[in-house]
């Protein structure tokens, strides 16, 4: 069998994805459930296919096995799509590194899937059991039974069988997926291109009972999926596994975009580099080679633009594509339940990022809809949620500071649409919350009341008073534990041995710019009498400034102060 056995199965692969991509899409549950890896299996592999196409173009079809073989790892590299996508082109690597001969047979099949389990394990930085990476590692160990002489297609349906087995085991050893009742999708996509490569060498698909996709649920665990050791290959073969609690074990990864790109240029201690890089900004780390010069890279982050810039430290980049996965959810709507249409659908509504009873109470009486923030951080996920379940066209959101510019931005990529305008208030505090809840007017155009609250927030001078936990070095000097320090924003400005003293040096400080009104929000550790003590402070010392002042219980600081 020559060259043209792997064409057969490039394409009858094509075909295969083709017919089950919508069933493999519908499995996809880790590590994003984004409902996508038949798709990107089926690009992949129509990428490697593509290239073949190419390369029979100007070889005159004599179809040499390993350059076809080659030219089958670098489409499928360069046109990788996806976490499987990107493993699906080592298994085609794997096929070429091991095609020495003039001939497709045992021997290839054999070392091209022990050489691609061994090229998986070195891309993937953090390696978690019941994935295709085990589906994979199974084929490999049934493959790797059968002596050089035996006939191809033995060696080829028992790889494919191994392959199906292991595939119904995956439910009992990823937590996601028993809880789901699913088999892993990226695994059912192996299944298929490996019974093509059946297909390809017998004339025949594998004579096998259909395999049970949907299982009964199992309660979820109380523990994340973690990585559990994997059969490692012979050291002979270069493998360099990469353990050790990562992010991409755990199930629902808290990411906002998938990027992948190519590198040219480079060398493998710069994109070791790179991975280290990429590990510090995300998870689902996968980096591939090509086997001449050129990597895949795949990575799921917050923080797409610092992906790329570590690529470009890297070598020369190209072929960037990012996804966002909240705009993926809001389009298929995975993330969050559907909203009842009220009948004040038509209504603006607010969402205030909140900490502290009396705060919740504060923002709750003037209209706004309370998002928590007390004992964990908001989450993307919580806010796109819950500017989704009010039902609004127009939702005003005051983050509070609680998130970042950021993931503000993809949270409102996702939740607007056609028929919902969703709009960000820069409010970095909720002294500046309040300001700008004062001047809202839902008669105005959302625009027009977005753009006036913005500028009741940008127009209040912010600080805050706190205990200092430990000692530290800031722009002022050092403080030591239980200093009183005064922030402005974020940048500390006072620093006094009791909270009394530092509250004083911070009002007169912001006043000494002006201002006509003093809000003191007291949080839930301020010492008993220091609001009345400020407030006497800010009479005696600035007198015609208004002080108002309310108890929002906020946990950290000792207060809140917005001057305006």
Same mark, same amino acid.
């Given at each position: 069998?020559?060259?043209?056995?792997?064409?057969?199965?490039?394409?009858?692969?094509?075909?295969?994805?083709?017919?089950?991509?919508?069933?493999?899409?519908?499995?996809?549950?880790?590590?994003?459930?984004?409902?996508?890896?038949?798709?990107?299996?089926?690009?992949?592999?129509?990428?490697?296919?593509?290239?073949?196409?190419?390369?029979?173009?100007?070889?005159?079809?004599?179809?040499?096995?390993?350059?076809?073989?080659?030219?089958?790892?670098?489409?499928?590299?360069?046109?990788?799509?996806?976490?499987?996508?990107?493993?699906?082109?080592?298994?085609?690597?794997?096929?070429?590194?091991?095609?020495?001969?003039?001939?497709?047979?045992?021997?290839?099949?054999?070392?091209?899937?022990?050489?691609?389990?061994?090229?998986?394990?070195?891309?993937?930085?953090?390696?978690?059991?019941?994935?295709?990476?085990?589906?994979?590692?199974?084929?490999?160990?049934?493959?790797?039974?059968?002596?050089?002489?035996?006939?191809?297609?033995?060696?080829?349906?028992?790889?494919?069988?191994?392959?199906?087995?292991?595939?119904?085991?995956?439910?009992?050893?990823?937590?996601?997926?028993?809880?789901?009742?699913?088999?892993?999708?990226?695994?059912?996509?192996?299944?298929?291109?490996?019974?093509?490569?059946?297909?390809?060498?017998?004339?025949?698909?594998?004579?096998?009972?259909?395999?049970?996709?949907?299982?009964?649920?199992?309660?979820?665990?109380?523990?994340?999926?973690?990585?559990?050791?994997?059969?490692?290959?012979?050291?002979?073969?270069?493998?360099?596994?990469?353990?050790?609690?990562?992010?991409?074990?755990?199930?629902?990864?808290?990411?906002?975009?998938?990027?992948?790109?190519?590198?040219?240029?480079?060398?493998?201690?710069?994109?070791?580099? &790179?991975?280290?890089?990429?590990?510090?900004?995300?998870?689902?780390?996968?980096?591939?080679?090509?086997?001449?010069?050129?990597?895949?890279?795949?990575?799921?982050?917050?923080?797409?633009?610092?992906?790329?810039?570590?690529?470009?430290?890297?070598?020369?980049?190209?072929?960037?594509?990012?996804?966002?996965?909240?705009?993926?959810?809001?389009?298929?709507?995975?993330?969050?339940?559907?909203?009842?249409?009220?009948?004040?659908?038509?209504?603006?509504?607010?969402?205030?990022?909140?900490?502290?009873?009396?705060?919740?109470?504060?923002?709750?009486?003037?209209?706004?809809?309370?998002?928590?923030?007390?004992?964990?951080?908001?989450?993307?996920?919580?806010? &796109?949620?819950?500017?989704?379940?009010?039902?609004?066209?127009?939702?005003?959101?005051?983050?509070?500071?609680?998130?970042?510019?950021?993931?503000?931005?993809?949270?409102?990529?996702?939740?607007?649409?056609?028929?919902?305008?969703?709009?960000?208030?820069?409010?970095?505090?909720?002294?500046?919350?309040?300001?700008?809840?004062?001047?809202?007017?839902?008669?105005?155009?959302?625009?027009?009341?977005?753009?006036?609250?913005?500028?009741?927030?940008?127009?209040?001078?912010?600080?805050?008073?706190?205990?200092?936990?430990?000692?530290?070095?800031?722009?002022?000097?050092?403080?030591?534990?239980?200093?009183?320090?005064?922030?402005?924003?974020?940048?500390?400005?006072?620093?006094?041995?009791?909270?009394?003293?530092?509250?004083?040096? &911070?009002?007169?400080?912001?006043?000494?710019?002006?201002?006509?009104?003093?809000?003191? &929000?007291?949080?839930?550790?301020?010492?008993?009498?220091?609001?009345?003590?400020?407030?006497?402070?800010?009479?005696?010392?600035?007198?015609?400034?208004?002080?108002?002042?309310?108890?929002?219980?906020?946990?950290?600081?000792?207060?809140?102060?917005?001057?305006?």
């Amino acid at each position: 069998m020559d060259g043209r056995v792997l064409e057969s199965w490039a394409r009858t692969a094509v075909a295969g994805l083709e017919k089950r991509c919508e069933e493999i899409n519908s499995l996809n549950v880790f590590p994003i459930p984004d409902s996508d890896t038949g798709t990107n299996l089926l690009f992949t592999m129509r990428a490697a296919l593509g290239a073949i196409d190419e390369y029979a173009g100007s070889d005159g079809g004599t179809k040499d096995v390993r350059q076809v073989a080659i030219a089958l790892a670098r489409g499928a590299v360069a046109g990788a799509r996806g976490n499987s996508g990107v493993i699906l082109s080592q298994v085609l690597r794997g096929v070429a590194e091991a095609a020495v001969t003039s001939a497709v047979d045992t021997r290839t099949v054999r070392t091209g899937l022990l050489m691609a389990t061994n090229l998986v394990t070195d891309a993937v930085s953090y390696l978690v059991e019941g994935t295709i990476v085990t589906v994979l590692r199974c084929a490999a160990d049934a493959a790797a039974e059968f002596p050089d002489e035996a006939p191809i297609a033995i060696t080829a349906r028992a790889a494919a069988d191994a392959a199906a087995s292991a595939l119904t085991r995956t439910p009992s050893q990823l937590d996601v997926l028993g809880t789901a009742g699913v088999v892993d999708a990226g695994g059912l996509g192996l299944v298929v291109i490996l019974d093509a490569l059946v297909t390809a060498v017998t004339g025949a698909p594998p004579d096998r009972a259909p395999i049970a996709l949907h299982v009964p649920r199992r309660t979820p665990s109380t523990h994340r999926a973690q990585p559990v050791p994997v059969s490692a290959p012979p050291a002979s073969q270069g493998t360099h596994a990469h353990p050790g609690p990562g992010p991409d074990c755990e199930d629902g990864s808290d990411q906002d975009f998938e990027v992948m790109y190519l590198v040219a240029q480079s060398d493998d201690d710069r994109m070791a580099e &790179l991975r280290t890089t990429l590990n510090a900004l995300g998870d689902s780390i996968v980096i591939v080679g090509d086997g001449g010069g050129g990597w895949s890279v795949h990575v799921h982050c917050t923080d797409a633009g610092a992906a790329v810039e570590a690529g470009l430290a890297a070598g020369r980049i190209h072929g960037i594509r990012v996804s966002s996965f909240l705009v993926d959810a809001r389009d298929q709507g995975w993330l969050v339940p559907p909203v009842r249409t009220r009948p004040d659908q038509g209504e603006r509504g607010i969402v205030a990022v909140v900490a502290g009873d009396g705060a919740a109470e504060l923002f709750a009486s003037e209209g706004a809809t309370v998002l928590r923030c007390d004992d964990a951080p908001v989450t993307r996920a919580q806010l &796109l949620g819950i500017i989704r379940q009010m039902g609004r066209t127009e939702v005003l959101v005051l983050p509070n500071g609680a998130l970042t510019a950021q993931e503000l931005v993809a949270v409102s990529a996702a939740a607007r649409d056609a028929r919902h305008e969703v709009l960000l208030l820069a409010t970095s505090a909720m002294v500046q919350g309040l300001a700008s809840l004062a001047v809202h007017d839902p008669e105005r155009e959302a625009v027009d009341d977005a753009f006036a609250m913005s500028e009741a927030a940008a127009a209040t001078r912010w600080g805050s008073l706190r205990i200092a936990r430990e000692r530290a070095l800031t722009y002022v000097g050092t403080c030591e534990p239980g200093d009183g320090i005064g922030l402005m924003g974020h940048e500390v400005i006072v620093i006094e041995p009791d909270a009394v003293a530092a509250g004083r040096r &911070l009002v007169d400080l912001v006043l000494g710019a002006g201002g006509e009104l003093v809000t003191l &929000l007291m949080g839930s550790e301020a010492p008993e009498g220091l609001d009345t003590e400020l407030a006497d402070h800010i009479s005696q010392r600035h007198p015609g400034v208004e002080v108002m002042i309310y108890h929002g219980g906020q946990p950290g600081d000792l207060l809140q102060l917005g001057a305006e």
